[in-house]
């Protein structure tokens, strides 16, 4: 999914409806910004410039050849303003799941399935009426048949990480008990040190 393209004035108004929504209680302020990483993140991103890929690597503590590359594999994906990039809630969102699964040992393509089927679940529960609109506002919402669509190749793709990581997960299972039984038979082992 890509991000949205704006024109300064789009943009500008929309960061400022966004601000207005933040807004309405400074414990709501305070919700996102910690989901932000600070008030500082919030700032940045609610300013009226804009937050570029430079100044985002910088807060995000990351390089920017980093956050180019997650642009390139269709992880991050920043809003566009006149030709550059700007960046949102939903990119640190985006950027925290990126973490959170390659932490893990997945693959890139495997992050991205799941990703992807994190931003499905979350279109159906903006569709049934739940969830938080201000985040993904100015994103384009699909219709229900392309979300349909989307579901039936995120859980497809969910399922095939799913296998792949409980393969992982049973090897790792097996690298562990061999790495216990290594400790207790060291911890058992009886040396005896004597000089000749």
């Known amino acids: ?29 305070q919700g996102i910004a910690g989901i932000c990483g600070g008030e500082e993140v919030l700032e940045a991103m609610l300013s009226p ?25 269709d992880l991050l994906h920043p809003w566009t303003v006149n030709g550059k990039f700007k960046f949102m809630l939903q990119n640190v969102i985006e950027l925290r799941g990126i973490c959170q699964w390659q932490s893990l040992g997945l693959t890139l393509d495997e992050t991205r399935a799941f990703l992807e089927a994190q931003q499905v679940a979350g279109m159906l529960i903006q569709g049934e009426g739940g969830g938080m609109a201000t985040v993904t506002a ?26 792949r990581l409980t393969i992982k997960y049973e090897a790792l299972g097996r690298q562990l008990e061999a790495a216990k039984t290594l400790e207790k038979s060291l911890g058992e082992l009886n040396l005896s040190l004597t000089s000749d």
């Open 49 to 73: 410039r804009g937050l570029g890929i430079g100044r985002f690597a910088e807060l995000m503590r990351l390089l920017t050849s980093t956050v180019r590359h997650f642009i390139r594999e």
């Open 138 to 163: 100015g994103m384009a919402k699909p219709s229900p048949e392309k979300l349909q669509e989307l579901k039936a190749v995120s859980l497809a793709r969910i399922r095939e990480a799913n296998a």
């Open 1 to 29: 999914m890509k991000g949205q393209t704006f024109t300064s004035q789009e943009f500008v108004r929309c960061v400022t409806s966004l601000r207005e929504s933040f807004n309405s209680t400074p414990a709501f302020w």
